[in-house]
């Protein structure tokens, strides 16, 4: 007999799962507005790794909290990116 998951477990499994897509959205963005700051931004303009974390820390928190909210984030994210790259 199986045991089931419980309510604690999914939400852990969901939120490493989230990771997995939010730490390279996460570089990326980071990377990229410090290219678009050092091409046009002040000289020496950079966004330190503090900023990295804050971006994590607000993908890990929506992931947790509003784990139904998160992948349309994502991908909302991601549109802007392609667009931005583009």
């Known amino acids: 007999m199986q045991k089931e998951e419980g309510p ?8 490493l799962a989230a990771m997995f897509f939010a730490v390279p959205t996460t570089i990326i963005i980071w990377l990229g507005v410090n290219k678009e700051l050092a091409l046009w931004g002040a000289p020496n303009a950079f966004i330190g790794s ?6 994590m820390s607000a993908f890990a928190a929506v992931a947790m909290i509003f784990p139904h909210l998160f992948p349309a984030m994502l991908g909302k994210a991601w549109k802007f990116i392609i667009h931005w790259l583009g």
């Open 8 to 15: 604690i477990q999914a939400r852990l499994m969901g939120f």
């Open 50 to 55: 503090s900023s990295f974390w804050l971006i």
